[in-house]
């Protein structure tokens, strides 16, 4: 094996076990409870779920955090969708599997509670089950807002809480 290669597995292990994984505390759990009312993310869910099915992508872009909205113009937000439904299919029927509490996390200090949504999802592609629609909410500027959904797959296994 070249003494390259070698080094830089070694320099990952090194990095991997030096990154210290998030733990939820009880206390951000309640507050993500408190921060984000399950009934008003669910609406939100469910009008987001309507918008990506019907392909109304201005209801879909308008339902997104500020942040996210700053980020991706009409077109690049267009563009993100399209390779997605390219990927997956349309989403033709959803079914609720779960949600969770936790943060949502990333540069310049971004730290917000979330509650993410799990929806088992028959798509133009594939059947239910094989492809899950996630959907995370956050507070944003006073109300609910996503901060991003995906269609996602588990080539190694679907989690027992998902079936």
């Given at each position: 094996?070249?003494?390259?290669?070698?080094?830089?597995?070694?320099?990952?292990?090194?990095?991997?076990?030096?990154v210290k994984a998030p733990i939820?505390?009880?206390?951000?759990?309640?507050?993500?409870?408190?921060?984000?009312?399950?009934?008003?993310?669910?609406?939100?869910?469910?009008?987001?779920?309507?918008?990506?099915?019907?392909?109304?992508?201005?209801?879909?872009?308008?339902?997104?955090?500020?942040?996210?909205?700053?980020?991706?113009?009409?077109?690049?937000?267009?563009?993100?969708?399209?390779?997605?439904?390219?990927?997956?299919?349309?989403?033709?029927?959803?079914?609720?599997?779960?949600?969770?509490?936790?943060?949502?996390?990333?540069?310049?200090?971004?730290?917000?509670?979330?509650?993410?949504?799990?929806?088992?999802?028959?798509?133009?592609?594939?059947?239910?089950?094989?492809?899950?629609?996630?959907?995370?909410?956050?507070?944003?500027?006073?109300?609910?807002?996503?901060s991003g959904f995906a269609m996602?797959?588990?080539?190694?296994?679907?989690?027992?809480?998902?079936?």
């Amino acid at each position: 094996m070249p003494t390259n290669r070698i080094l830089t597995i070694a320099l990952l292990i090194v990095l991997v076990g030096c990154v210290k994984a998030p733990i939820i505390t009880s206390s951000e759990q309640t507050e993500a409870d408190k921060a984000i009312n399950h009934e008003q993310a669910r609406k939100l869910c469910d009008s987001i779920v309507r918008n990506l099915q019907s392909d109304d992508r201005a209801g879909l872009r308008n339902s997104m955090a500020t942040g996210f909205r700053d980020y991706h113009d009409d077109a690049s937000f267009s563009l993100v969708v399209d390779e997605m439904l390219s990927a997956y299919g349309k989403p033709l029927e959803v079914e609720y599997r779960m949600d969770e509490l936790g943060r949502k996390t990333g540069s310049g200090n971004y730290d917000k509670p979330m509650r993410k949504f799990w929806f088992a999802t028959r798509t133009s592609k594939y059947e239910k089950g094989i492809v899950f629609l996630t959907v995370e909410v956050v507070p944003d500027e006073g109300h609910l807002a996503s901060s991003g959904f995906a269609m996602v797959t588990f080539p190694m296994g679907i989690p027992p809480s998902l079936k």
